[in-house]
DNA sequence: AACACGGGGCG
DNA sequence: CGCCCAGTGTT
C-alpha cells in the first residue's frame, strides 16, 4: 500500500501549506524541535488560524526552549490567555524546564517524547515524525475522517479508534516521515473536509473506498454527544481609585491557575454559592456574558461596586490596562467588557 | 471508558 | 445554534 504514500507525498510537494512552523517539503532544512513541540501543544484542540497570533507572540518572546523554560509562570499563563485549555500552558511550562534541565535537547524518540508532561500519544508522534524524521503512525482528528473514508469504516468514533490507528500504520511510508504526518493534516484540513469534502481535487479519491460507495460526508460516524446544561453565574467587579479587584483561580478545575474576577462559583458549588467577596451596594450591571465550554453553557450577570478600604485578598489592577494586560481568559474578559463598554 | 477541560469559526 | 478542531490527564 506504498501507493498512499507516494501519492501524498507529491501532491504535498505541490500543495503544502507554508505555516510559521513548518520548513518547506524539499528544502533539507530541518526544523527547529522547539518550535514544532510549541506549535504542536498550542494546535492540540483548536485550529491553525486561532494558533497563529500565538505561536508569533511566543517565539517572538521566547525564541529558544531556555528562555521560555526561564520565565515565571504567570507570564506565560497571561501570555497563553485567549487560547483555552489551560492545563496545557501548565504543561507547557512544566515540559520546558524538564527539557531544560535534562540538557536541554528534546527526547528524539516517541517513547522519550510520551514522557513529557503535557505530550500524549499524538503529540509524541508528531514531534518524532517531524522534528526527527522518524517514522510513527500520526493520527489526529484529520488522519482519523481521512482513514475512516479511505477504508470505509463505518464503526462509529471513538470505539473506532483502534481499527483506524491499524489502517493508519499500514498506509504511513517509511520515509519522509514529518512530510507525511503533516500532508494528511493538510489533506483533512483542505480536502477531505467534514462536510462537503473536495474529493475532484483528492489525490486519493480513486482509492477511497467511502468515495466508491457515496458514503464519504457521512464518515467518520461517531457516537452521539450529551446535551449541554446551562449554568448561571455571577461576576464581581470591585472598583477602587481607578483600579479593579482580581484573584487568581484555584490551581484546578475551570480557569485553573489565571487571573480572574471574584465570581459567586456559577452553582457549581455545593455551598457558598452567590456570595459576593465583600459586603455593600451592588449594582447590576446591564447585559449578560453568553460562554460555551466543553461541556456546559455559562450565562453570566455581573455586579459592580465601589468599594472603600482595603481588601485583604487579590490584586488591586489598573482598570485602563485592564482589557489589554492582566491576562483574563474570554469569559472575564467579556465581562469587564461589559462594565467598561456596556 | 467516561469525563473534564476553552474558544472561535463554520454552515 | 449545533458541530467541529494538529488531545491530554484524571478517575
Not at 503535557?118 to 514531534?127: E, H, N, Q
Request: aromatic share 8%; with cysteine; proline share 7%.
Amino acid at each position: 500500500m506504498g501507493e498512499v504514500g507516494d501519492r501524498l507525498l507529491a501532491w504535498y510537494d505541490r500543495h503544502a501549506r507554508t505555516l510559521p512552523w513548518r520548513t518547506p517539503p524539499g528544502s533539507g532544512e530541518a526544523p527547529d524541535p522547539y518550535r514544532v513541540w510549541l506549535s504542536e501543544i498550542m494546535l492540540q484542540q483548536t485550529t491553525v488560524a486561532a494558533v497563529g497570533p500565538y505561536f508569533a507572540k511566543f517565539t517572538e518572546r521566547w525564541p529558544t526552549l531556555q528562555a521560555l523554560a526561564a520565565e515565571d509562570d504567570a507570564e506565560v499563563l497571561s501570555a497563553w490567555a485567549g487560547l483555552g485549555y489551560y492545563a496545557r500552558a501548565r504543561n507547557l511550562i512544566a515540559c520546558a524546564r524538564t527539557v531544560a534541565d535534562g540538557g536541554g535537547a528534546f527526547p528524539d524518540t516517541e517513547e522519550g517524547l510520551r514522557e513529557l508532561p503535557g505530550v500524549g500519544a499524538y503529540t509524541a508522534a508528531a514531534i518524532a515524525a517531524i522534528a526527527f524524521d522518524r517514522r510513527a503512525v500520526v493520527v489526529d482528528a484529520n488522519v482519523e475522517r481521512v482513514v475512516a473514508r479511505l477504508f470505509a469504516i463505518r464503526e462509529p468514533l471513538p470505539a473506532a479508534k483502534p481499527s483506524i490507528r491499524a489502517a493508519a500504520d499500514e498506509i504511513t511510508p517509511d520515509r519522509r516521515a514529518g512530510d507525511f504526518a503533516q500532508a494528511m493534516m493538510d489533506l483533512g484540513s483542505g480536502i477531505c473536509t467534514v462536510r462537503d469534502p473536495k474529493c475532484l481535487l483528492c489525490p486519493l479519491s480513486d482509492l477511497c473506498v467511502a468515495r466508491a460507495e457515496g458514503i464519504a460526508e457521512n464518515l467518520p460516524a461517531k457516537t452521539p454527544k450529551k446535551a449541554k446544561p446551562v449554568r448561571q453565574g455571577t461576576a464581581f467587579w470591585v472598583e477602587r481609585d481607578g483600579h479593579v479587584l482580581l484573584v487568581t483561580r484555584p490551581g484546578k478545575g475551570m480557569l485553573a491557575g489565571m487571573r480572574a474576577l471574584p465570581d459567586d462559583g456559577w452553582s457549581a458549588r455545593a455551598d457558598g454559592d452567590g456570595e459576593p467577596p465583600l459586603d455593600g451596594d451592588w449594582q447590576h450591571v446591564e447585559g449578560t456574558v453568553r460562554h460555551g465550554f466543553t461541556h456546559f453553557t455559562l450565562e453570566m450577570q455581573v455586579r459592580r461596586l465601589t468599594a472603600q478600604g482595603s481588601h485583604p485578598k487579590g490584586e488591586w489592577w489598573p482598570i485602563d490596562r485592564v482589557e489589554a494586560e492582566a491576562g483574563l481568559p474570554t469569559l472575564f474578559l467579556r465581562a469587564a467588557q461589559l462594565v467598561l463598554r456596556g
